[in-house]
């Protein structure tokens, strides 16, 4: 029987066309496209139903639908023709023109048309005439997703994304998380999926034999186009071209087809074969459609069509490595220039140029630009991204990638990333899409790790954290289990996860990560667990865990938590049975016993009542797969390989023996006999194949009690057996039973597709089968049938991939409403069963309420570690520990004895030390024989040898552990802890165990927030920049100046022209500066006249400085708040973020660590005065007892005992060590493992080992010192002695000498002591100086460590605040920047009208100035004046300004137009409104000609001016409206700046407001609280404020200043009022001086010239400046024409001399051409005189004469050339200003003289 997905017939797959002839590009993409329908034909619109989330709508519409295209032949067919297309070969060859021309010509389809929705996709298969409905079962919706398949994520639009699921092409709305289904039209799955560059189309390429290329159309969802025979069984890979245009085909394993299809038209139009491995991927060029790339498994191979002599062809050149390691490639991305950029396996990326690698790029110090593979790499907005599996995604600069160049041999670049984002811990991206969103930057990542994230790579303040969307198990699903009570379901993979769903609400609720990935899940029935909430999940490390499913909401105290999910889970046991994967769990139908199976070939059963405790176990003889109780007693199968009954055709036999013996007697052996005869004399038939290894059985379930059924695969596959279990025998083993099934069901069309998992309905009417191909199977039982006689009618139906979606579980709801099925594609399918009752429109499933109390249970310890013991090993371990014990009693038992023989040994030496010399043994008569110690020494140092090559590695390996230990604890310490002690007292001191600088004080954060400097800072600055800005003009202008006048002097003397002329510029110029200085004396004047009548303040003016004052007062006067209050407004000088607290504790940190520092330097110097003091008292002791040896015992002083150097103050020392420190320390080791008894007891006391072992050895210092000292003290009392023995007695003088030395010593004796006393006392006393001094420190370190505290806490609040605060400083910055620009505009706006206004007032002035000039010409009675102004005045058109008359009512509108008319004008319009015609174009007679083009030259000059005006006009009318919408815009400008500045303020004060809550620790003591009630401290100090005792005392200070303010300021009000009154007094004086001063001046004006003048207008009158430069101009003119006039002169003088230089020349040359001519005669009369004589000698002439005499004849013919010449130059030389040739040369000497003439 044919599968549903075999709908083509062999004969239809023969009668496929293939390609047409290859042609260009271009004609191939509008011309040979052939249709698959007629475009005449009438067309119906496609279905627009699809199959939604949750529709239950059925898989088939129309009930009338025919089952004949189902049918057809078999799969085995389908494999022959597949074998058939693998042999043949890919030909390219193109047809010829003729055959071209005989071609049918195609219909070409028409753009609307579109297949049939329902006809194209697959339908479920129904055993024929059966009353199965299509429908049976649903699909509702999908909860898995194939993380691992390339490019298995593509976006539609803004809100839908799609991607496959086995059999299905999923539409997933991310807003509504509504799914919509498209089924395969093949039923062998999904290859790959690509969209149209508009999102109008989207392609789905199939899996199958011969699979097609559907394209649907978006969002109709019609299929548009069928692309068919492009690839044997799967495609791997497509893409559209830029435009859209064309559709590149990749196919996978076997024949890696690449195809290019003109797909609007159906037609491929180039076909190759892509490459002999695997192919990824397969893309065009963006730039260029006729490159293409392809890579894979170890190749990447670039593509160009090219257009060959045999027509249009694919050439494809395949990159090569070179010395770069061959590498599988993901992704890469097509360059701009046509240079390919890709990644590797190790993370870097490689560059190809011309097929090979120009360069490979990596990360800074040779790291890879990816810890892995990178999977994609994407060009976006300049800028190259490139995706890894290590989840990074990193952004890098394309100019530098694109002109990278190595510049080594090693081929590697270093290059650093712009950007970079790390997605998350364990997340792998495998492909990322660039969303539609407008005006930001996010992007959906597929996560091979089982999600899909939306990212933000704006990398900006504002930037998104990733965002997780959806998340998936990642690999095959192992394990299913649905609840017995409700809708729910757990899942867990080997991704270590566990999931629970509601699949009728189509929600996931909860999922819990563990360390191993999970094998196996049982749901605990309601016997162990009422409300059904626990689960059991067993791990492939053997650990098995129960878990507890509740709902959160329902706890009765969740406080605290900001968002509650809907359902949690928690961890309630944990115990560990076996050693390998758990692979089933079962427990028992009561409830009581639980049963677990795993690989380790075991099977654990626990009693479930007593939290689990293990009964007991067995062992299997193979793997467990399957466990499931027996559904009437305790009895279990365990399902582990191929199971056969035993045979019963002994029973049988017997039987009929004893039958027919009971019939015949003694016949009946004999026909019984000749029965057996008769059967073997039978042909025998043919030996059954059994395959050697058995076949593995994949599932089972219980038929009646002691049989069962199981389904095989291999060769076994395609039956259900039906077998029974044998009697229990002890002496057989089972693996030596060779039962074989009694029965059998044969199951079509599974020989290669064995069922994998089996359940039933509730009433065992339905057994659903999950298949091996990922399909579904539902057989239709008759109930109460355990034999499955009837098991004829199914339904079968394609969901999962067909190549990796195995089935591996499948379960029903616990109402048989829902089918729910997980594959090893990752993917969890939810099915509705079909059933007459309507289903409810919302169900959900009810998560079980929490026990009493959970949340106060404390959580079990998980076991982690996978090499944990699981409860069997720990059993043999502890029993294994108790016979080691055992063992090391008896091993310390013969210790004893050796110890005791050991002992008697070392006595029995002792006793012959003891004995005399004579009668001694030696050491080596003990030894029964001297070459066993030797041979021992000898294997002794053998051993150590041969352990010291032995643990070279673990000597290197622990080196290098004890550098990295040191590397780690002890570079980073500066001091360890030094504790010095006194000698006398207890008092003792101790360092600061001192660190490194922490990372606050070793850099500065650049802080984002920086405050917007004020309007006033601004204007400062800007004066000042004004007036640099000056003085760097001033000064660069004087250069000039200097460097001309320095130029001057170098001049030549001047002549007496030039100094005239000096003279008279320098005249005019000093007019001028004189006329310049005089205006400016009075501009200057006029302009101190205005500063200071600006200056002068109004009647009502008030200082804006003492407004500002009195405004401040008024609002802070008596204004204390508090930072604690509402209102508190934070200043500029006061608000911090986070980068100035991060410099305030590095600060802090820095000034603690400077002092810790000074004072262990102060320790280490007590500590070596300790030192050296000892060593001093020392050798004053020893110089002591020298004294004491020669002193009478009587008079000693005690000798003062010698401090010693304990090991805490000399911390250093631990860390040395030698042979005996490390032997002592490994006994000590064993030691403590004996005690504690652990195995990892190392650890234990090895820093106190070293501490003590070291310890000793410091001390050793002291007391081999006194050693010594005692030895030299005994030995000089020695020689004392034996001096005694050797004295006699004394004279008188020597004992006088004695007496001296006595009294000498004894006071040396007193003197030592009392040194030694001090010191020690001098010591003890810098000691206790010290050690006051620290513990003033201590309590600063402690003030400053809690004041670290509060500023870190600060730092990390103002941390959180920062974000957001950066966002709102950056928008007022803005704000106040664009109102600086727009004010700036203003006023340049301002400045521009001003200057317009200046321009219109020049237009005017020089309009009046034309009319006055006429006027004057004209004179006063001339009679045409009239007529002359009437044509000056009239207005004419002018072409060229057409506008002018169109803005006319826009300059009637400006406010100013009225007043800027000038009053001729106004004639103007009054004389042309007379009635009078007149013709301006003749000049009347009798009137002035000159006159009369005067006016018309003085009219256009008119116009021209009233032209100019109106532009300005117009011109400033446009800036007034720029004016007033900049006005309008900084208003609002200043609104938003007002109210942002609002905004960051209230932000500010909550910030202050957080930081008001930060607890900090202040200690007091007693006297410093001032605060009391009733002379007491009150409880409650909340509402007390903390004063420092500088900023108490600077309040109190204050307090005294501002009383002495007051009454300045009350003094300061008395004194103005005073002036004020003086000073008006004085105005009115000076105001009566004025006046008679204006009058004496008018008087005498009026007395000198007769009338009142304008003393300004006389002052600056000076000389005509136009006449004086005119009169300059024309002196130089003159001097330059003179020195002009001189040098033509010259050159004058210079030609003549040259010319008679020349005649000279060529006179010459005329001499020696009459020279020659006389010579030339010569020769020829010589020579006639000799042909003579030749020719009567000769008869014949010579060889050599002929010569000579071409010779000759080529002399003369070039003499005579030259003659020719020289006469023409003569000619020419005789005209004036002939062409002077130049002259010929002579020719060579070898050519003049031939013959030696």
Request: proline content about 4%.
């Amino acid at each position: 029987m044919k599968e549903p997905g075999d709908q083509d017939s062999y004969g239809e797959r023969l009668d496929r066309s293939k390609s047409p002839g290859k042609r260009s590009l271009s004609s191939l993409k509008s011309a040979s496209r052939s249709a698959v329908r007629e475009g005449n034909k009438a067309l119906e619109d496609a279905t627009d139903e699809t199959l939604t989330e949750g529709g239950g709508e059925s898989y088939l519409e129309d009930d009338d639908y025919s089952m004949e295209h189902l049918e057809g032949s078999s799969s085995s067919f389908q494999d022959d023709y597949v074998e058939t297309i693998r042999e043949s070969q890919y030909l390219e060859a193109p047809a010829s023109a003729s055959e071209g021309a005989e071609e049918e010509v195609k219909k070409k389809i028409s753009e609307n048309f579109f297949y049939d929705y329902m006809e194209l996709v697959l339908l479920p298969f129904v055993t024929p005439d059966s009353n199965i409905p299509l429908d049976l079962l649903t699909l509702v919706h999908s909860f898995g997703y194939d993380c691992k398949k390339r490019a298995n994520l593509q976006l539609l639009d803004s809100n839908t994304v799609m991607y496959i699921a086995g059999n299905q092409l999923i539409l997933l709305n991310l807003k509504t998380k509504e799914q919509i289904y498209l089924r395969s039209s093949s039923g062998r799955g999904i290859g790959v999926i690509g969209v149209h560059p508009d999102k109008t189309y989207f392609t789905v390429a199939e899996k199958g034999v011969f699979p097609k290329i559907i394209i649907y159309e978006y969002p109709s969802l019609r299929p548009y186009r069928i692309l068919q025979d492009g690839t044997e069984l799967a495609y791997a890979y497509v893409d559209f071209n830029y435009d859209g245009t064309l559709l590149a085909s990749v196919g996978s394993n076997p024949d890696h087809t690449l195809i290019i299809w003109n797909w609007k038209e159906e037609q491929p139009i180039l076909k190759t074969k892509a490459f002999s491995q695997e192919v990824f991927k397969v893309t065009f060029n963006p730039e260029d459609d006729e490159q293409l790339t392809t890579a894979g498994s170890g190749h990447i191979k670039f593509w160009e069509i090219a257009l060959t002599f045999t027509g249009l062809k694919l050439q494809g050149s395949l990159g090569r490595f070179g010395k770069t390691a061959t590498t599988d490639i993901e992704g890469y991305m097509e360059l701009p220039d046509g240079k390919v950029l890709s990644g590797s396996e190790w993370g870097n990326m490689l560059l190809w140029e011309g097929g090979l690698i120009k360069v490979e790029l990596c990360r800074g110090a040779r790291k890879s630009c990816h810890q892995g593979p990178i999977n994609q790499i994407v060009l976006d907005e300049g800028e190259v991204i490139t995706i890894g599996a290590d989840g990074c995604i990193r952004i890098w600069d394309f100019e530098t990638v694109d002109t990278a160049d190595s510049i080594d041999e090693t081929g590697l670049l270093e290059i650093e990333p712009i950007n970079e984002l790390q997605v998350g811990k364990n997340v792998k991206l495998f492909s990322m899409i660039k969303m539609n969103e407008i005006g930001s930057n996010f992007w959906l990542a597929q996560d091979a790790s089982g999600a899909i994230w939306k990212l933000d790579l704006s990398f900006s303040n504002i930037t998104q954290d990733p965002d997780c969307l959806f998340s998936f198990h990642s690999g095959a699903i192992e394990a299913l289990a649905v609840s017995p009570l409700t809708y729910l379901m757990a899942t867990t993979a080997l991704d270590c996860s566990v999931r629970i769903y509601d699949f009728a609400s189509k929600t996931p609720l909860a999922q819990m990560k563990f360390k191993q990935g999970g094998t196996a899940l049982a749901w605990v029935p309601r016997l162990v667990s009422y409300n059904g909430a626990q689960i059991i999940v067993g791990f492939e490390d053997g650990v098995v865990r129960v878990l507890e499913l509740y709902d959160p909401k329902r706890l009765t105290v969740f406080a605290g938590r900001k968002k509650v999910s809907d359902a949690d889970i928690s961890l309630k046991q944990v115990f560990k049975p076996h050693t390998a994967r758990v692979t089933a769990l079962a427990y028992e139908r009561d409830g009581e016993i639980l049963a677990t199976g795993s690989e380790d070939q075991t099977v654990f059963f626990f009693e479930v009542e007593k939290d689990y405790k293990p009964i007991g176990y067995i062992t299997t003889p193979g793997p467990v797969c399957q466990l499931i109780w027996s559904p009437n007693s305790h009895r279990f199968i365990e399902i582990e390989k191929r199971k056969r009954l035993k045979e019963l055709k002994e029973k049988q036999k017997e039987e009929r023996r004893k039958q027919l013996a009971a019939e015949m007697g003694g016949n009946g052996e004999k026909e019984f006999h000749a029965e057996e005869e008769e059967v073997e004399a039978e042909e025998p038939l043919p030996e059954i194949f059994i395959p050697s290894t058995p076949c593995h059985i994949l599932c089972g379930f219980y038929s009646e009690p002691g049989k069962f059924w199981v389904s095989l695969g291999g060769y076994d596959a395609g039956f259900l057996y039906h077998c029974e279990f044998p009697p229990y025998d002890k002496n057989s083993a089972i693996t030596e039973m060779k039962n074989e099934p009694f029965d059998f069901r044969r199951l079509e069309d599974t020989e290669d597709n064995p069922i994998q998992a089996i359940t039933f309905s509730i009433h065992q009417d339905l057994m659903f089968c999950g298949m091996q191909d990922g399909a579904i199977r539902v057989y239709i039982l008759s109930q109460n049938n355990p034999s499955l006689m009837n098991m004829v009618d199914y339904w079968h139906f394609n969901i999962h991939d067909n190549n990796y979606g195995c089935v591996k579980g499948i379960s029903t709801s616990f109402d048989d409403r829902f089918l729910v099925t997980t594959g090893a594609d990752s993917n969890i399918f939810v099915f509705t069963i079909f059933s007459e009752f309507e289903l409810k429109k919302s169900i959900k499933a009810k998560v079980p309420s929490p026990r009493f109390g959970i949340e106060a249970e404390p959580i079990p310890e998980d076991i982690e570690d996978p090499k944990s013991y699981s409860i069997e090993n720990a059993r043999r371990k502890r029993e294994h520990d108790k016979l080691m014990k055992e063992v090391e009693e008896i091993k310390a038992g013969k210790r004893e004895k050796l110890k005791a023989l050991r002992n008697e040994f070392w006595k029995l030496l002792e006793m012959n030390q003891e004995l005399p010399k004579h009668m001694q043994f030696k050491r080596t008569d003990f030894d029964v024989d001297s070459k066993i110690r030797a041979e021992i020494a000898r294997k002794t140092a053998f051993k150590i040898h041969q352990v010291e090559k032995e643990l070279a590695w673990e000597k290197e390996k622990h080196e290098l552990g004890l550098m990295k230990l040191q590397n780690r604890f002890r570079e980073s310490l500066e001091n360890d802890i030094i504790v010095v002690r006194a000698i006398q007292s207890d008092h003792k001191i101790s360092s600061y165990r001192l660190v490194k600088p922490s990372k606050y004080s070793k850099f500065k954060r650049i802080s984002l927030t920086e405050r917007r400097t004020s309007k006033l800072e601004r204007s400062e600055k800007e004066g000042a920049g004004r007036k640099d800005s000056q003085k760097d003009t001033g000064g660069s202008i004087s250069v000039p100046e200097e460097s001309i006048i320095e130029e001057g002097k170098k001049f030549r003397p001047k002549t007496l022209s030039e100094i005239m002329v000096e003279n008279q510029i320098e005249k005019t110029r000093k007019l001028i500066l004189k006329a310049e200085r005089a205006q400016l004396k009075i501009q200057q004047r006029k302009k101190e006249w205005e500063e200071l009548y600006k200056s002068k303040p109004q009647d009502d003016f008030e200082d804006p400085r003492d407004v500002q004052a009195i405004k401040e007062a008024q609002l802070y006067m008596g204004d204390f708040n508090l930072k604690t209050a509402p209102d508190y407004k934070i200043p500029e000088h006061m608000r911090v973020n986070a980068a100035k607290k991060e410099e305030e504790l590095g600060h802090l940190d820095s000034m603690a660590h400077s002092k810790k520092k000074n004072m262990n330097k102060c320790i280490i110097s007590l500590r070596d005065l300790k030192v050296a003091v000892i060593e001093e008292i020392q050798c004053l002791v020893q110089e002591l007892k020298t004294i004491q040896a020669t002193l009478h015992i009587s008079k000693h002083i005690p000798i003062p005992e010698v401090p010693q150097i304990y090991p805490e103050e000399v911390p250093e020392k631990r860390f040395q060590y030698d042979e005996e420190i490390l032997l002592n320390f490994k006994q000590q080791q064993i030691q403590d493992e004996k005690s504690h008894q652990l195995e990892q007891g190392e650890s234990a006391g090895s820093a106190g080992g070293f501490f003590k072992l070291s310890s000793r050895k410091d001390g050793d210092l002291t007391t081999d010192s006194l050693s010594k000292s005692s030895k030299a003290s005994a030995s000089s009392a020695d020689t004392a002695k034996l001096s005694e023995f050797e004295k006699v007695d004394p004279i008188d003088v020597e004992l006088e000498i004695m007496k001296r030395d006595e009294i000498k010593h004894l006071y040396m004796q007193q003197y030592l002591t009392n040194r030694i006393k001090e010191l020690i006392v001098t010591f003890d006393a810098e000691l206790r100086l010290l050690r006051h001094q620290k513990l003033k420190l201590d309590t600063q370190m402690k003030l400053s460590d809690l004041h670290h505290v509060t500023l870190f806490q600060e730092m990390l609040l103002l941390k959180n605040f920062e974000k957001q605060e950066n966002i709102l400083q950056e928008r007022v910055n803005s704000l106040d920047k664009e109102e600086q620009d727009m004010q700036w505009k203003i006023s340049e706006t301002l400045k521009e009208m001003e200057e317009k206004k200046n321009e219109i007032a020049k237009f005017q002035d020089q309009e009046k100035a034309l009319y006055a000039g006429f006027q004057a010409a004209i004179g006063e009675n001339n009679k045409f004046a009239n007529f002359l102004m009437k044509v000056l005045k009239k207005r004419i058109k002018r072409v060229k300004k057409k506008e002018v008359e169109g803005d006319a009512d826009e300059d009637e509108d400006s406010d100013e137009s009225s007043e800027e008319e000038s009053s001729l004008e106004s004639g103007e319009d009054e004389s042309g409104s007379d009635d009078e015609v007149f013709d301006d174009s003749i000049c009347p007679t009798n009137c002035d000609v000159g006159l009369f083009e005067m006016a018309l030259q003085l009219r256009e000059k008119r116009l021209d001016i009233e032209e100019a005006l109106v532009e300005e006009k117009k011109s400033i009318d446009n800036l007034r409206k720029e004016h007033d919408a900049l006005s309008k815009k900084v208003k609002i400008v200043a609104t938003n700046l007002n109210a942002a500045e609002e905004a960051l303020e209230a932000y500010q004060r909550e910030k202050q407001q957080r930081l008001n809550e930060l607890m900090i620790v202040i200690p007091l003591k007693l006297h410093q609280i001032e605060h009391v009630v009733f002379g007491e401290i009150p409880s409650d100090l909340s509402g007390t404020l903390v004063f420092s005792n500088q900023s108490l005392s600077r309040l109190q200070e204050r307090i005294t200043q501002l009383h002495e303010e007051n009454a300045k300021q009350q003094k300061l009000n008395k004194e103005c009022r005073e002036r004020r009154k003086q000073l008006i007094r004085e105005k009115r004086e000076m105001a009566k001086t004025i006046s008679k001063m204006e009058e004496t001046v008018r008087q005498l004006m009026i007395s000198k010239f007769g009338r009142v003048i304008d003393l300004e207008a006389l002052q600056t009158l000076s000389v005509n400046t136009t006449l004086e430069e005119l009169k300059i101009r024309k002196i130089r003119k003159e001097l330059l024409n003179a020195k002009e006039m001189k040098m033509w002169e010259e050159k004058i003088a210079q030609v003549r001399w040259e010319l008679m230089m020349k005649t000279k020349e060529h006179t010459k040359k005329l001499h020696q051409m009459n020279d020659l001519c006389i010579e030339k005669k010569k020769l020829d009369s010589r020579l006639n005189t000799l042909q003579n004589q030749q020719g009567n000698a000769f008869q014949g002439p010579r060889k050599a004469d002929i010569v000579a005499k071409e010779k000759v004849a080529e002399l003369i013919q070039l003499q005579a050339e030259r003659i020719l010449a020289l006469k023409e130059e003569i000619a020419l030389l005789r005209k004036k200003g002939g062409l002077i040739l130049p002259p010929i040369q002579p020719p060579q000497e070898k050519e003049m003289n031939p013959m030696g003439l």
